[in-house]
């Protein structure tokens, strides 16, 4: 019986010490204003997140807006239920993978023609968070040059929040982003010959 108090007057020492510690941090953020987060690497769940993201802002009344880059025309069950939300904006910018369109061509006109309608809504003062999401892939294939996207990333509206999702982020990204995640690929369904699942991956 000793020893449990003993235990237990060690973990409420190590609280009080670790509320103190994380209390202080909490006290020096006070800064307020929009963030650039950049949610890489090979692991599954960078959309997911962003869509997280889009959950949070319109619960909390903002407006969202999402260019899907890359990705098809398929419906997927995050576009589905965001699409009967009134608050936010949802542009698919891609005919599909790189290996399903087959044409560089094609590819760089809807990144382009998806670019210039991702552009307004960097501009827009009444968006509180734009997603670019699989935008990494525009930079890695040269679709679309990181130097003329960074400038507007860097104009938009003080209070804006943007996240960019893909794999292989360029270093400069990941420079300008207050936040990056790396997400690890440590094992995967689809390599044991486990299609796609509505609810998890579609």
């Known amino acids: 019986m000793s020893n449990d108090k003993g235990l237990s007057q060690r973990h409420t020492d190590r609280m009080i010490r670790k509320k103190a510690v994380v209390d202080a941090a909490i006290d020096r953020a006070t800064e307020q204003r929009g963030l650039l987060l950049v949610l890489t690497g090979n ?37 589905t239920f965001f699409q009967r939300q009134s608050e936010i904006h949802w542009e698919q910018c891609g005919e599909g993978f790189t290996w399903e369109t087959q044409s ?3 590819d760089i006109a809807a990144a382009r023609a998806g670019w210039d309608k991702a552009r307004l809504a960097l501009a827009d ?4 968070l734009v997603i670019l999401d699989e935008m990494t892939y525009l930079f890695k294939y040269g679709y679309l040059p990181l130097e ?27 420079e300008a982003a207050d936040t990056v995640s790396e997400i690890a690929d440590v094992k995967h369904a689809f390599r044991a010959g486990i299609a796609a699942q509505p609810g998890i991956d579609l």
């Open 43 to 79: 692991g599954k769940g960078k959309s997911s997140s962003a869509f997280g993201m889009a959950a949070r802002a319109l619960g909390h009344g903002m407006k969202v807006a999402v260019f899907q880059f890359i990705k098809g025309k398929g419906d997927t069950g995050e576009q």
């Open 104 to 106: 560089r061509e094609r």
């Open 125 to 128: 003062d009444s968006v509180g």
């Open 148 to 174: 003329e996207v960074l400038p507007v990333l860097a104009a938009r509206p003080a209070h804006q929040h943007v996240v960019i999702t893909g794999r292989a982020a360029p270093p400069a990204l990941l």
